[in-house]
């Protein structure tokens, strides 16, 4: 019998680890590959940043309740994130789409009006792309270019006992968001004629569908001189980030539930489905914002800016990855986000 | 009424010319932007080109008879070449698939297995990708970069008129390969038992499934010193890349048909399926030939490779695209290429 093994089994990650495992760079100039927010490629005094994202229908979205023009915008803002992530400028786009023949040429101007937004607000050009047709879905590959001074790019795996551990923004909100369009979706199929009861929940429904990339953080670290020890951008949840960080700085960490950012429309809108928004910004995913380690000696620096906040810091490996609760409680930090693959 | 146009009424070309007509470009470092094989990066002393594909299940490939493996080594291959056709080297891939529950871990490690074979083969390095479940089928995403001299890089709006028309390689045979697979499939479909008959054609059939780049024909040119005027990679059959030049560089021209190379196997082939051999060449598509323009000057340079053919030359716009064919009738160029949109 042939040997099968199942994706499930792997997981995304151990996949990826899977395929990647063997690969050895060829050339000089391919300073950093597989294994961070994206790629490093030497160019003759700067160096280039690139990285990639694929999104398809009924896997990343539902465009029951995803207008074309936020898809579009999405799509770029989350390559854009992972640009930052690595404090790089991102420069230029190419993007792909595929579609079936129900999209009109009107549907995909809508989606391209979004894509031309994201390009325009994040200064980035669109250079190139292909089109094709697909048998089922709306499917969407995205790469993005970015650049930075050199050796200025931020890895995960560089984060050094004692760091403090820092996330931009607030966190939770998009998977309330979620939430919310899941039911109205329900409600919807089950009684055509009820209108949707979004009101008041533009705040977390907006941060789903036309989330922002942190360019203010990137630009904030390059105006005050803080070079981050390492970032990676929200997009499973910050609990499984700050895993990444831990697994690949080889660190431990401590997190504190009180310290983590959550806003008052998320608080409230957690309440209305009975959910800790502790948990939603763990494990929801999908914020977009940074989650980065600085020096210690860069805490007045942080402090400065009221949009970070310090939630932790780092610990040498063996006292692993905890969180301390509200109520004192410590507890292991385990990644429970958005896992598309057991899907 | 709300206001549709059918995709189908653009085609593909008409489609990406709809999409990007309003694209300003906001970076120095953008030289280059849609419309060409690959757009150009300014990075500081060399040039960036940068180039992506997508390919999905049922419109570009079919699994059925296409080993994965072969599929991971085209996928590659196929942006490389576009890498070529601008004169330049590609440097690194990122690559992003989307795949049913129906793969395996070990299908997976097929598909790249030809993955790295072809970055092996061609000195590139894997930096970075994504993986994700798809509804249905399977999705591949390749974006290739390149570098190139401060502008030796080719663009298809840059041939002259008086300008030699060349061709590498052979062409028409992945088209044939192609009707031979399909017509096995249907046999195949038909009556489960028969085995394919496939006998003496690996020639055509491995020109489909696994085709190669002219990486040898770009360092052709840099050894000759020779700086083509105008050059595009053959994926969409002759005509249409013909055309692409002569429309972007506002020419005319006219194409011999006794000068188009056509190898015997392909002849012998099309030959049992009763098909003219030079309309697989000229409407076949996916040869993953250079075609491209060199001044005349060159001619003594060119004509010492065996592996280009000089079919024509360029002419003033008025004399439109010709064909001279073999009994000397003289008839417009049409582009007749596999037209993914209209499937």
Redesign the interface.
């Given at each position: 019998m042939?040997?099968?093994?199942?994706?499930?089994?792997?997981g995304?990650f151990g996949?990826?680890d899977?395929?990647?495992k063997?690969?050895e760079?060829?050339?000089a100039?391919?300073i950093?590959?597989?294994g961070d927010d994206?790629?490093v490629?030497d160019?003759?005094?700067?160096q280039?940043v690139?990285?990639?994202?694929?999104?398809?229908?009924?896997?990343?979205f539902d465009l029951i309740y995803t207008p074309l023009k936020h898809l579009g915008y999405k799509s770029v803002v989350v390559n854009l994130s992972d640009i930052y992530a690595m404090n790089a400028v991102p420069?230029?786009i190419?993007?792909?789409?595929?579609?079936s023949?129900r999209?009109?040429?009107?549907a995909?101007?809508e989606f391209?009006e979004g894509v031309?937004a994201a390009?325009?607000r994040y200064?980035?050009?669109?250079?190139?792309?292909?089109?094709?047709?697909?048998?089922?879905?709306f499917?969407i590959?995205v790469?993005a270019?970015g650049?930075v001074s050199p050796d200025r790019f931020v890895k995960r795996s560089t984060a050094q006992k004692g760091d403090l551990l820092c996330v931009s923004g607030d966190l939770g909100a998009a998977y309330i968001g979620l939430l919310f369009l899941e039911r109205e979706k329900k409600i919807f199929i089950e009684s055509p004629g009820v209108q949707p009861d979004l009101e008041g929940e533009a705040y977390v429904i907006g941060r789903l569908l036309r989330p922002e990339a942190r360019k203010d953080i990137v630009e904030f670290f390059a105006a005050q001189q803080i070079q981050p020890t390492s970032m990676l951008d929200i997009s499973d949840g910050l609990s499984s980030e700050i895993l990444h960080i831990c697994k690949q700085s080889e660190l431990g960490c401590v997190l504190y539930e009180d310290k983590i950012p959550v806003s008052e429309q998320t608080r409230n809108a957690a309440f209305k489905f009975e959910i800790d928004p502790t948990a939603c910004a763990l494990s929801g995913g999908e914020d977009y914002e940074l989650v980065f380690t600085v020096k210690q000696e860069d805490y007045d620096k942080i402090v400065q800016h009221e949009g970070i906040s310090v939630v932790g810091y780092m610990t040498e490996p063996e006292k692993g990855a905890t969180i301390i609760t509200k109520g004192g409680g410590k507890h292991a930090l385990t990644a429970q986000g958005w896992n598309?693959?057991n899907?």
């Open positions: 042939e040997e099968r093994t199942e994706i499930a089994d792997l995304e996949l990826i899977h395929l990647t063997n690969i760079l060829q050339n100039s391919s950093l590959g597989v994206a790629a490629i160019h003759f005094g700067r280039t690139v990285t990639t994202d694929l999104l398809v229908e009924g896997v990343h420069t230029q190419v993007i792909s789409i595929g579609f023949n999209f009109s040429v009107e995909l101007d391209y031309y390009c325009s200064g980035v050009d669109l250079v190139g792309g292909d089109t094709s047709s697909s048998q089922k879905g499917i590959s790469t270019i650049e598309h693959m899907k």
